[in-house]
């Protein structure tokens, strides 16, 4: 009776324990049900992602709304395009944005909050993740978008216009009079050289060389600052070195060549162009902005790869699910591996941009960027820009002096300043 006792046990125990094998390598599992997940994003490239997004979840299909398509079918002129994505948000029944996030376009709109799925399942952002994570504005603490890649501007030297005209390269970090200093010794080398390439339209240089570079706040307790004495110097600069040949093109870029300049001030993705030219660190190197002393911010880092999920999706662990392994180094392996980001991975150990330095690209030189509390209304920001455009337009042509167009958007600014309305929170 006792060796029959001990028979039927062992039977027990090695049934149990084929059945616990069988568990572990998925026979017997529950398969999980195949479901649909509605993406409002960029068709190419997320159709691009899904060869790798069905290997890992094969139970998930996706059905794809891209905002482009339907805008250019529509023929909606640009000035429109913000009010119909804001409206195919909120009349589609989409459970992932990838690249649309709603924040951007409709206040209070129901995001899932990322940041408790982050705890639950045990996944720490590191650096790079979390500032972008932050700067998406999630409020008290919430998480409502995530991204896996990013971009950032920086400056490219160009090692062989220095070396040929033999004047020194200029060492980072250095400030923005350090910068034109290098430039227009290029210059006055060879007239034909340019010193460094901008390359924005009308007066976008001005602001971004004051928010990039200076680290100049435009609106402080509900007054317009641009038209102060340290503003002007800038613009004259800028006019001279590049706005002046935009203004008389009616703002049309000046379309130079930064292969036949000194100086690229421009986001670090175009070491990508460099490597496909396959330029060396001999020819280019890569170094921080030049910046005001007085600059503590650091350079922002910009999302590329953006997901936020709705907060009233049926299939919210599905959602997330793809966004949680998409932020993990196994898929930004793949991405690197299968070029499917725009800028860089956010895993430094994994940007492949061969001998050129890193550091520039992801080093957290200063305070977290935060973006400013106030600006100007759309009809203010309009009747200023028309301002500038117009007069700097007749001072290009030779129709006007600096001073006079300066002192016409000088009286513009200050009846913007009169004017409360003229600002929003």
Sequence with gaps: MKQRTACWISAVLIAALLLQGCSAIGIGKEEKQNITLKVMGQTDLFTRMMPLLEEKFPHISYEIID???????????????????????????????????????????PLVDMAPLLTRDNIQLNDIQQLLADTAGGKDGRIIELSNAFNRNVLFINRNVFHELGVPEPQSPMTWEQFRESALALQEKDATVHGYVLNETWMQPFYWVADHIMGWKQIENG??????????QLFEQLYEDMMKESFKSLGASPKRDPQLSGMYLTSAAFVHQLLYEQKTTDDWTIVE??????????????????????????????AWAVVSYLMGEEAAARLVEERLVYGFVTYPNLMSIGDYPIEPITAINGEPWSPAAESLTEDAHRILTDSFNGNFEAAAKGMLTFDTAWASVEKKVQELNADPNSFEQ
């Design 67 to 109: 905002p482009m398509i339907t805008l250019k079918a529509d023929k909606i002129p640009v000035d429109g395009w913000n009010n119909r994505i804001a409206k195919m948000i909120e009349e589609e029944d989409v459970d992932l944005y990838f690249n649309y996030p709603p924040a951007n376009y409709l206040a209070d709109f």
């Design 223 to 232: 007054q317009l600052l641009i038209a102060g004495p340290k503003w002007r």
């Design 289 to 318: 902005l030049p910046r005001d002393p007085s600059h503590t911010q650091m350079t922002p880092f910009t999302a590329t790869s953006r997901y936020s999920i709705h907060g009233e999706s049926t299939h919210t662990e599905d």
